[in-house]
């Protein structure tokens, strides 16, 4: 018995590190202790002493981890190829930036990241990682409604976005972007008969709560394609009531776009407006309150923005200085250097003066070139394949959805924001995560047959 305990209580701590990594990795931590003056700037390790100190226990913990494992770290660096050649490439870009200084301090962030990944993937198993992700997700989420309900000063977005919740994040893209991803994770560990299964429910209700009021547009788009394609697999495997609610969820984002799109009415602001008018109804039932109306009426400066226009035009002006570095890029963080470097041409022409691409794959382009952006979509391609020859033959398992169900999430972000391939990144650990361990389970099927052995 005494034996035991130690090793409980190593392991115990060992998930308190994870948890604790994945919640300073989603920015959800630095945004409340260490807030960035430029809301959409990658997370740098560097900013202040205490940040850095942090970050470097982070590395330091996760580097002796992998060496502990390094046999095991280089055989799966080894069949990992397009992963590994792309990593290369980041590593060796400074040598061809404009800035060598931030591009290494980026490509420090990025390898550090993508080993916490490695970390992750080779110390625990499928159903353990997913837990601790879902742990780490549940922390966020839930800081990020109680800041945005109690203390709005934090938690609800002023000026251009007035109104608009951010939760625990710097931006409410990133708020959208997590709550978005942690919807996926939730509802697909919630198909499970598990006894934690009706606080994965809550949970992914919670998260669609958070999508819904952080009012981007581009998450309401992502998620009704990722829940759409849940309730299509569920349907095709006569699961009808999960196949309804994943459906529902999506009609659901779908009507908070045409608000948005089509009468500039932000749920949030529909919301507030609800809750201020009941209880003048109950106490005067004859005074006038039109929410709708209400609601238009205090709709922020970007309700009104076209930022699909705005996205095509900022996407032209990039699509013309990455043609002068078309192979290998600018080196990543060697493009959005402000006025000093390439982006000054874009800045010029927007006076918004945007701090990266907003399509996280334009970005990649920019950082690695074309050559790093075909070895991604070629691993890319790959496991899409083998999650759809799965999902047609009927042998998806739970674990198995949960991560194509991320991984589909992260992708379709990517389309709108730009969030591959950063620095101290949550999302493109996950990325990395759901890559490795949906190999892993392809492997296990190709060694085993069509189910794993009993």
């Given at each position: 018995m005494n034996l035991t305990q130690p090793s409980q209580r190593l392991q115990r701590q060992e998930h308190v590190f994870v948890i604790f990594a994945l919640m300073l990795y989603s920015r959800a931590l630095l945004s409340v202790f260490f807030p960035s003056p430029t809301p959409g700037e990658a997370v740098a390790a560097s900013d202040t002493p205490i940040k850095l100190s942090i970050f470097l226990v982070i590395y330091a913990v996760t580097g002796i981890a992998l060496l502990s494992q390094w046999r095991a770290a280089i055989n799966l660096a080894l069949q990992e190829k397009c992963l590994t050649l792309l990593l290369l490439l980041a590593v060796l870009s400074p040598l061809?930036?404009?800035?060598?200084?931030?591009?290494?301090?980026?490509?420090?962030?990025?390898?550090?990241?993508?080993?916490?990944?490695?970390?992750?993937?080779?110390?625990?198993?499928?159903?353990?990682?997913?837990?601790?992700?879902?742990?780490?997700?549940?922390?966020?989420?839930?800081?990020?409604?109680?800041?945005?309900?109690?203390?709005?000063?934090?938690?609800?977005?002023?000026?251009?976005?007035?109104?608009?919740?951010?939760?625990?994040?710097?931006?409410?893209?990133?708020?959208?972007?997590?709550?978005?991803?942690?919807g996926s994770l939730f509802f697909s560990l919630g198909l499970d008969k598990s006894p934690h299964r009706w606080g994965y429910i809550v949970f992914f209700s919670l998260c669609m709560i958070l999508v819904?009021?952080?009012?981007?547009?581009?998450?309401?788009?992502?998620?009704?394609?990722?829940?759409?394609?849940?309730?299509?697999?569920?349907?095709?495997?006569?699961?009808?009531?999960?196949?309804?609610?994943?459906?529902?969820?999506?009609?659901?984002?779908?009507?908070?776009?045409?608000?948005?799109?089509?009468?500039?009415?932000?749920?949030?602001?529909?919301?507030?407006?609800?809750?201020?008018?009941?209880?003048?109804?109950?106490?005067?039932?004859?005074?006038?309150?039109?929410?709708?109306?209400?609601?238009?009426?205090?709709?922020?400066?970007?309700?009104h923005l076209d930022t699909g226009s705005g996205r095509l035009r900022l996407w032209g002006h990039v699509w013309e200085q990455y043609k002068q570095h078309p192979t290998f890029g600018y080196g990543v963080g060697g493009f959005w250097l402000g006025k000093k470097g390439p982006s000054s041409y874009v800045w010029e022409r927007e006076p918004w003066h945007p701090p990266h691409a907003h399509n996280g794959f334009i970005d990649l382009a920019l950082s690695v070139g074309a050559v790093g952006f075909l070895l991604l979509i070629i691993r890319l391609v790959i496991a899409i394949y083998r999650v759809l020859t799965a999902a047609w033959q009927r042998r998806l398992t739970t674990p198995a959805v949960a991560l194509a169900a991320m991984l589909a999430t992260v992708l379709l972000r990517n389309l709108g924001e730009s969030v591959l391939l950063r620095p101290n990144s949550l999302v493109w650990i996950v990325l990395i995560i759901c890559l490795l361990l949906l190999e892993r389970i392809a492997s296990s099927e190709t060694k085993y047959g069509m189910h794993k052995p009993s």
């Open positions: 061809w930036s404009v800035d060598p200084a931030e591009s290494i301090e980026k490509m420090v962030g990025i390898c550090a990241c993508t080993g916490f990944g490695l970390y992750l993937v080779l110390r625990f198993s499928i159903d353990d990682v997913l837990v601790l992700l879902a742990i780490a997700f549940g922390l966020v989420c839930t800081a990020s409604f109680i800041a945005a309900v109690f203390i709005p000063s934090i938690g609800v977005m002023h000026g251009v976005h007035e109104g608009l919740w951010s939760g625990v994040f710097s931006h409410k893209n990133y708020l959208a972007t997590m709550s978005s991803v942690g819904v009021m952080a009012g981007s547009k581009s998450a309401y788009i992502s998620w009704s394609v990722v829940f759409v394609c849940l309730s299509v697999f569920l349907f095709m495997n006569k699961r009808v009531r999960p196949a309804i609610v994943a459906s529902l969820a999506a009609v659901a984002m779908l009507g908070c776009l045409s608000l948005q799109m089509q009468y500039k009415i932000m749920p949030s602001l529909l919301v507030s407006e609800t809750v201020k008018c009941v209880p003048k109804k109950l106490s005067n039932p004859m005074q006038s309150c039109n929410i709708v109306k209400n609601a238009q009426a205090i709709a922020p400066i970007g309700a």
